[in-house]
Nanobody, 124 residues
Framework: QVQLVESGGGLVQAGGSLRLSCAAS????????MGWFRQAPGKEREFVAA????????YYGDSMKGRFTISRDNAKNTVYLQMNSLKPEDTAVYYC?????????????????WGQGTQVTVSS
């Protein structure tokens, strides 16, 4: 089992920044990629970003490119999502997940363990 706990969400004004963290415990995330997704009320889960184990490769959803940055600290078993220039449409619950397959970064089915989510609300 892998437990993933997100933190860092909150309320921020448009144009502001937040940094989300995802701490893993139990079986580690050594050797695996990690990803972030988000889900707004009434909408499907949306891919935000993913990062490989070595952090040699990162992937982003189209609307996040240039504003969000995913990173990881393998010594701390933690993955981060730095979000800048936030917009009201970024409002959602943000989830981190373990990327368990060597493909399909934007696809939820490629992830096997999920956190409980952290709420991000961006006011206009």
């Amino acid at each position: 089992q892998v437990q993933l706990v997100e933190s860092g969400g909150g309320l921020v004004q448009a144009g502001g920044s937040l940094r989300l963290s995802c701490a893993a415990s139990g079986r580690t995330i050594i050797g695996t990629g990690m990803g972030w997704f988000r889900q707004a009320p009434g909408k499907e889960r949306e891919f935000v970003a993913a990062i490989t184990w070595s952090a040699g490769s990162t992937y982003y959803g189209d609307s996040m490119k240039g504003r969000f940055t995913i990173s990881r600290d393998n010594a701390k078993n933690t993955v981060y999502l730095q979000m800048n220039s936030l917009k009201p449409e970024d409002t959602a619950v943000y989830y981190c997940a373990r990327w368990s397959r060597p493909y399909g970064a934007p696809m939820p089915y490629a992830y096997d363990y999920w956190g409980q989510g952290t709420q991000v609300t961006v006011s206009s």
